[in-house]
């Protein structure tokens, strides 16, 4: 499998998600986040979109959320995330064991993601995943396998009163799974 060709696909396909304004319907607005949704025409179900703006450089911020020992700090429903195929420095595949949840009626999942990392002009930067087959980490009778759509964040600088902060749009594509995640 071509994975550098899968993950500019993935890549594309959070931007274009993210630069196609139309339809997107806002289910929570925050002071903090707004969360946006709408349906699917990939799949049965809905895209969510969450902005919020970070007080950060697009270029630590992307860092942040790309680099595997850092998910795990932010990250409170992963149990577990490896590297398990380093592609390049801004590619690699990765497995990960979530967390059970709504006191353990929802089981852990392990997932095999490819993720990347891509640099866009005016200082954009796109961290995507997707799920893929990978032959050295079959499905487990421990835990149940779970599927990623294309899914990512788009950090973006903002000028606002000449701070230095990026917006971050966390795109979350879910295909009847539950997501924990907060607002706060």
């Known amino acids: ?72 700090t932010w ?32 089981s852990p999942r392990d997932f095999i993601n490819l993720v990347s990392l891509k640099h866009y002009e005016g200082n954009m930067d796109v961290v995507s995943a997707t799920s893929v087959d990978f032959p050295a980490y079959p499905p487990s009778s421990s835990y149940i396998r779970g599927y990623n759509h294309a899914c990512g964040y788009i950090c973006l600088p903002v000028q606002e009163k000449l701070e230095c902060k990026s917006r971050k749009s966390r795109n979350i594509w879910s295909n009847r799974q539950i997501w924990p995640w907060s607002t706060e």
């Not at 969360?35 to 970070?54: C, P, Q, R, T, W």
């Not at 398990?84 to 990765?94: N, Q």
Request: aromatic share 10%; glycine share 4%.
């Open 1 to 72: 499998m071509d994975y550098k060709a899968l993950a500019q696909q993935t890549a594309q396909e959070i931007l274009g998600y993210y630069q196609d304004t139309s339809g997107w319907k806002v289910v929570k607005n925050s002071k903090k986040v707004t969360v946006s949704s709408k349906a699917s025409k990939k799949f049965h179900g809905n895209l969510y979109s969450v902005e919020g703006m970070i007080p950060e450089s697009t270029s630590k911020l992307s860092d942040f959320l790309f680099k595997p020992e850092n998910r795990v």
């Open 75 to 106: 990250d409170k429903s992963l149990k577990m995330y490896n590297i398990v195929l380093k592609i390049d420095s801004d590619t690699f595949i990765c497995h990960t064991i979530t967390q059970s949840f709504a006191m353990g009626s929802i």
